[in-house]
């Protein structure tokens, strides 16, 4: 029964890392279309944050913290995401060029975490990892999406391909670390809060102002809306 779990969380994680790179394909083909696929990327975002980590986090975190805890987490998450932001931005040219990296770092953390996730779930229940599987493939390819978003903000193609390549991987990565490790959901709760509130400042801070410095037109708003409605979507139609 254990062997069984392992091999269907391995066989998620390795669907999980083809759709982030689907993901990331379809933005490398649309790139001649930046600013929409900033906008997209903006709203998957921060939907990302409000509409799946957030009430994850507050969910499984119930038994063990406050919700004021957990807000706290999202806020020390915005913080460090922002002191490190500026702090690279601060440096001299040459060493600034590494904040470029920081953004698909922080997303591709993220897949490792998702990978976790299911793993460490399967271990529990099979029923409950394959609902919690469903939620992870059908928002990797925005993973994807976003991660090349990012990366080309750089116009550095080579820096674009190897973060979707490492953030494809992630996934299948984080199944295999579960194997080795449990990570309880008394950790678990404050590291998605935490992940929640960088991604709020991504969306909001960084991704959103280059959309509306593209085009302040309605276009910008519709496009962050559109793909808040994306992830809202898909998270809907995963969760039972």
Known sequence: MIASSQSAAIAVGIAASFVTYLGGAIAFRLR?????????????????????????ALAIGAAHY??????????????????????????????????RHLGPASLTLHSLIDGLGVGITFH???????????????????????????????NDMAVTRRWLIANSLAPIVGVSVATWIDIGDRMLAPLLATFGGAFLYIGA?????????????????????????FIYSVLSIARP
């Open 32 to 56: 001649a279309r930046l600013p929409l696929i900033l906008g997209l990327a903006a709203g998957i975002v921060v939907g990302v944050a409000l509409f799946d980590l957030l009430p994850e």
């Open 66 to 99: 406050g919700s004021e805890l957990l807000f706290a987490a999202v806020a020390i998450g915005m913080v460090i995401y922002m002191t490190i932001d500026r702090g690279l931005a601060a440096l001299p040219v040459n060493y600034a060029r590494v904040r």
């Open 124 to 154: 529990l229940s099979s029923a409950a990892g394959i609902v919690v599987a469903i939620g992870v493939l059908t928002h990797d390819v925005a993973d994807g999406i976003n991660t090349v978003t990012l990366s080309l903000i750089g």
């Open 205 to 229: 801070c960084e991704l959103i102002p280059r959309r509306l410095a593209a085009n302040r037109g309605p276009s910008a708003a519709i496009t962050i809306a559109a793909g808040m409605a």
